[in-house]
């Protein structure tokens, strides 16, 4: 049987002597309103079946165990190894500096042409309006 999905979904639910439901991957997982929808259903003591796609479960750690009669299903990510660490750190240095590079070769002629042709400060620096305002009294 198929109900569609409405704010007294659980209601309808039980009214028509439905057991589990099983969500297929419609609504967003990890949402409030999904968060919603299965305390709504936990609340009536309907079961739960949650069917994922193969994309949510792609490269990751898949465990399944039975813990007192129940069987349980545990999917993780898997962590990156510490050699894989260092490379990921290396090249966010690597490119953090080259984007510094990047933009000094933009930023210093302008703070350049600032002061030949102003003459003032590159950088403006302004009292704090509470220091003024103390002084002012």
């Known amino acids: 049987m198929t109900l569609p999905y409405c704010k007294n979904f659980a209601e309808r639910a039980v009214a028509v002597g439905v057991q589990t439901v099983m969500v297929t991957d419609v609504m967003q997982r ?10 709504d259903l936990e609340s009536m003591n309907l079961e739960i079946a949650v069917v994922t796609s193969a994309v949510d479960v792609s490269g990751h750690e898949t465990n399944i165990r039975v813990l007192q009669g129940t069987t349980v299903m545990t999917i993780s990510l898997t962590q990156y190894s510490p ?4 490379k990921k750190r290396a090249f966010d240095i690597v490119v953090s500096l080259i984007a ?19 003459g003032g400060p590159i950088f403006i620096c302004r009292p704090v ?9």
């Open 83 to 86: 050699w894989a660490m260092c």
């Open 100 to 118: 510094l590079l990047v933009s000094a070769i933009v930023s210093v002629p302008v703070a350049i042409a600032i002061k030949l042709t102003d």
């Open 129 to 137: 309006w509470a220091a003024v305002a103390r002084r002012s009294r």
């Open 30 to 39: 990890f949402s409030d309103n999904f968060n919603t929808f299965v305390l």
